[in-house]
C-alpha cells in the first residue's frame, strides 16, 4: 500500500501517528527515523487488512501469492535463487533485518505439496502479526532474519497436482518413469526423475549405492552429487548466505530429525528438545538416511539443522489435515524464529 505524505514530517513523526512500527516503514522504505518526508511524498505501509488465506499452491498460484505478498507487506522481499528444469523460478523470501540468518523451506518432493501450503500460510500469519506490532515478533524481526523456499521442487509438485501435461516436453518420460501411470501422486522427483534431497555431498556415495541407478519417481539420487539445478540453487543459497540454522519441511511421521554423523553442534539437541516441547514431534537424532539438505547442511557447515515430517499417513497428505499440521508445524518456527541463542 501506498501512502501519501500531507505535513512535513520525519518517519518517526509518521509512525507514531500511523500506529505503524517504526522497523518496519525504515526496513520498507530504506528510510531513518529522522529522515524527513516532504508534502507529496510517498510511503510505502504494510496492509493490516489482509488475513493469511488457506490453499494447495500450484507453482502459478505461488508465483502471484508471493507478489500479492511483496505488494500488501512491503518489508518482505522477494528474489529468484534460481530455475527448475522447466525454467520455473525458485522463489525466495525474505522477513527482517537481524545478523541472524534463519532458511526454512518446503515441498523437495513433489507429492509433499502441502508442505508449501503451510509455509505460505506461516509466512502470510508472521507478516500479519508483525504488521499488527506483535512486540515479540517484532523485537524478532529486527535481531533475525528469515529466508523461505516455499518450493524447491515446483516442476514435481505440479506434475502430482496437475498430470502429464505439466511436465511439457518430458511428458513421455515421466510416464515411462512412473511405470506408465497417469496418477502421479505417488511422485517425489524432479521433472527428470531425480530426488533433490538425495542430491547433497553428504555421504552421497553411501545413498547411491542402495538407490534406484536411473531415473524413477522416487528415491533416485542422480549420477552424480548436485546435478540438478533446484538442489544446486539450494547450495549455493546457503553458501552465500551463511545461514544459522535450517529447517526443511517434508511429510511425515511427526518426527524431528536433527543430528547427522556426530557433526551437529551441541545446541541442536537443546532446539530439538524445544521443538518437541512445543509440537508434540518426537525428536530423533540419527536415522539411517544420507545425501540430504539438513544433512550436507550440518556437515558443511556445523550448526543446526533438522527436517520435519509433517503429519501422519501416506503421501500425499490431504489437505483436511492442514490445521492440525499448521497448529504444529507453526509452533516450531515461532520457536526457532524467536530463540534467543545463549552463545
Known amino acids: 500500500m501506498i501512502s501519501i505524505i500531507q505535513t512535513m514530517q520525519t518517519l518517526a513523526d509518521f509512525s507514531r501517528k500511523s500506529g505503524i512500527p517504526l522497523i518496519l516503514l525504515k526496513a520498507a522504505n530504506a528510510l531513518d527515523v529522522h529522515d524527513i518526508m516532504e508534502p507529496g511524498s510517498a510511503i510505502r505501509i504494510p496492509d493490516t487488512n489482509k488475513i493469511p488465506v488457506k490453499t494447495i499452491y500450484t507453482y502459478e498460484a505461488l508465483a502471484e501469492a508471493t507478489d500479492s505478498l511483496v505488494s500488501s507487506y512491503p518489508f518482505i522481499t522477494k528474489h529468484t535463487i534460481g530455475h527448475s528444469v522447466l525454467g520455473k523460478e525458485l522463489i525466495e523470501l525474505s522477513i527482517g533485518t537481524g545478523t541472524k540468518k534463519i532458511h526454512i523451506n518446503a515441498a523437495f518432493h513433489g507429492n509433499e505439496w502441502i508442505t508449501t501450503a503451510v509455509l505460505m500460510y506461516f509466512i502470510e500469519e508472521y507478516a500479519y502479526r508483525l504488521s499488527h506490532a506483535d512486540s515479540k515478533l517484532l523485537n524478532a524481526f529486527d535481531q533475525t532474519t528469515v529466508s523461505f523456499v516455499p518450493m524447491v521442487n515446483p516442476d514435481g509438485v505440479d506434475l502430482v497436482l496437475l498430470g502429464r501435461k505439466a511436465a511439457e516436453a518430458y511428458q513421455d518420460l515421466v510416464f515411462t518413469l512412473n511405470e506408465d501411470h497417469d496418477d502421479f501422486s505417488r511422485w517425489k522427483a524432479n521433472i527428470l526423475g531425480v530426488d533433490l534431497n538425495k542430491q547433497f555431498p553428504a555421504g552421497w556415495e553411501l545413498e547411491a549405492a542402495r538407490k534406484p541407478e536411473n531415473p524413477h519417481y522416487r528415491d533416485h539420487p542422480g549420477k552424480g552429487p548436485l ?117
Open 227 to 343: 546435478t540438478e539445478p533446484e538442489s544446486l540453487a539450494m547450495a549455493e543459497l546457503a553458501k552465500s548466505s551463511y545461514f544459522d540454522m535450517v529447517l526443511a519441511l517434508h511429510t511425515q511421521g511427526e518426527e524431528i530429525y536433527w543430528g547427522f554423523q556426530g557433526w551437529e553442534p551441541p545446541e541442536s539437541a537443546e532446539l530439538a528438545e524445544l521443538f518437541s516441547s512445543v509440537s508434540g514431534y518426537t525428536a530423533v537424532q540419527y536415522v539411517d538416511n544420507y545425501a540430504g539438505f539438513k544433512d550436507w547442511f550440518i556437515q558443511a557447515f556445523r550448526k543446526p539443522g533438522f527436517t520435519l515430517e509433517l503429519g501422519h499417513g501416506k503421501n500425499p497428505l490431504p489437505f483436511s489435515q492442514f490445521d492440525e499440521i499448521y497448529t504444529k508445524t507453526s509452533a516450531i518456527l515461532y520457536a526457532a524464529i524467536c530463540h534467543e541463542s545463549k552463545n
